[in-house]
């Protein structure tokens, strides 16, 4: 039935128990009420009835909801909401996100249940969640007796939606998003990137009318743990021209065939600041390389590996724009004459693919993480004392885009021009390689002395009776 009679009364407070603020309501003759953790929650649930109630919406007298929220009560469960999210995203997105999508629901599904009675193997459960559960193009296809289980188990065992409102909850899945899987804490950007993601998904929650509102978009009495590790790149692993050299000299001698292949590779994520993937889309047509001098490259996409389940055409790459930019935008880096000789080398040796690209394997594939991470494998071996070679000394290849942005901020480069040749934001740019940025105290002093010296002069020439 429903009723126009509605009473809302004030929120009353306990002194203890997780959820002490309580919010009470007549309709007709019947007495309704809803306990929340923290008082801001409380008084926007106790708002949208108020506000219901004043428009002339009728209520429900057996849940005691208004009209416009009965579906807010409803027995939707989260695991149900994720699977329907990922497929109303699905076709929206880049292999990337969808990927990205998948691991935050992944670490957020597995704490939103109502108890623990025969949860399956986390391993289990982890599988089964990210290649069935949340993989549209997957979720159909033969799965094994325990996969079947597992998601059996979670589909039973999730609470419904309308229970993210609550403290305990929204912090749990908080908790999920800021710990990895051994319990440590996440990289603030990893945590982030999830957050972000389970932000979304909450508010589809709103639109769907299965929260009143998004509890992420209220401030928490709530913490992220920590973590060991930050964003700012270590200035241990930034190597200097003269050993980037020495590295690149030893690519050409790491593993049969491939070696050489890659020099001109890795010379671009140093002396153009690329990310892997912008190096494995570049076309000669994006490539000035004059006889001498300073040449340029016009980047305009990027090849990231995503996964043959992720991707719309089953391949293990995906075509997209550049990181963090419209898809049809491009990016301008002025070359120095080394890496121009190093391409023109590397051209007029391997050639280029039909399609342009410079970089690829002997059979003409796109190149792989695996391949070209082995090769600096052994260069490091090669170019590197034991000691460095036991360092954090240009670790990764990705290290060297970090020793190229160094290199320019230390040579004085303004951090707006770096940031855009780079393809970052300043502030970014700033944060991450605050550390890195060495060797500019000398300039900064004699600019400081110069200015002091004028100072002292101009007051030693200063007389009194010039003054009035």
């Not at 996100?97 to 935050?104: D, M, P, V």
Request: aromatic share 8%.
């Amino acid at each position: 039935m429903k009723s126009y009679h509605v009473r809302i009364w004030k929120i009353s407070t306990k002194k203890s128990g997780k959820r002490p603020h309580l919010v009470r309501w007549v309709v007709g003759e019947k007495v309704f009420s809803e306990h929340f953790a923290t008082w801001e929650l409380a008084d926007s649930f106790r708002s949208n009835l108020k506000r219901a109630a004043q428009t002339g919406e009728a209520f429900d007298t057996e849940t005691g909801m208004p009209e416009s929220h009965a579906r807010i009560k409803g027995t939707t469960s989260w695991y149900d909401h994720a699977c329907e999210y990922v497929d109303a995203r699905w076709a929206k997105v880049s292999g990337r996100q969808r990927l990205s999508i998948a691991e935050t629901l992944v670490a957020v599904t597995p704490v939103l249940v109502r108890d623990q009675r025969g949860v399956p193997d986390a391993d289990v459960l982890r599988t089964a969640l990210y290649q069935w559960a949340f993989n549209k193009s997957h979720r159909d296809t033969d799965k094994p007796d325990e996969i079947a289980r597992a998601l059996d188990w979670i589909a039973r065992a999730s609470i419904p939606v309308s229970e993210l409102a609550e403290y305990d909850r929204i912090t749990a899945a908080l908790d999920a998003c800021a710990t990895k899987r051994d319990g440590s804490a996440a990289a603030p950007s990893y945590y982030s990137r999830r957050r972000r993601v389970l932000f979304n998904v909450l508010r589809y929650a709103v639109f769907k009318k299965r929260l009143v509102k998004n509890p992420l978009s209220e401030e928490l009495d709530w913490k992220a743990p920590e973590a060991e590790v930050c964003d700012e790149i270590d200035p241990a692993a930034v190597a200097s021209p003269a050993q980037v050299r020495e590295l690149l000299t030893a690519v050409s001698y790491a593993g049969y065939r491939r070696g050489e292949r890659l020099v001109a590779f890795f010379a671009c994520m140093y002396y153009a600041m690329m990310r892997p993937s912008e190096v494995a889309a570049l076309r000669q047509d994006d490539c000035t390389l004059p006889e001498n001098g300073w040449g340029r490259l016009i980047l305009s996409g990027s090849t990231p590996a995503v996964g043959t389940k992720w991707t719309n055409n089953g391949q293990v790459h995906e075509e997209r724009g550049l990181k963090g930019r419209p898809r049809k935008a491009k990016r301008s880096i002025p070359i120095p004459p080394q890496l121009v000789a190093i391409l023109r080398a590397h051209i007029k040796r391997y050639g280029v693919a039909p399609d342009g690209r410079l970089f690829r394997t002997e059979r003409g594939g796109t190149l792989h993480k695996s391949g070209y991470a082995r090769t600096w494998k052994t260069a490091r071996e090669l170019a590197l004392s034991p000691a460095q070679a036991a360092s954090p000394l240009a670790k990764r290849p990705y290290d060297l885009r970090h020793a190229g942005v160094s290199m320019r901020l230390n040579a004085g480069v303004p951090a707006t021009q770096v940031a855009q040749w780079a393809g970052h934001s300043v502030e970014v740019l700033l944060k991450i390689y605050a550390k890195c940025i060495d060797g500019q105290d000398k300039v900064w002093h004699r600019i400081l002395d110069d200015a002091l010296a004028n100072a002292m002069d101009c007051e030693g020439n200063h007389d009194p009776a010039n003054e009035t």
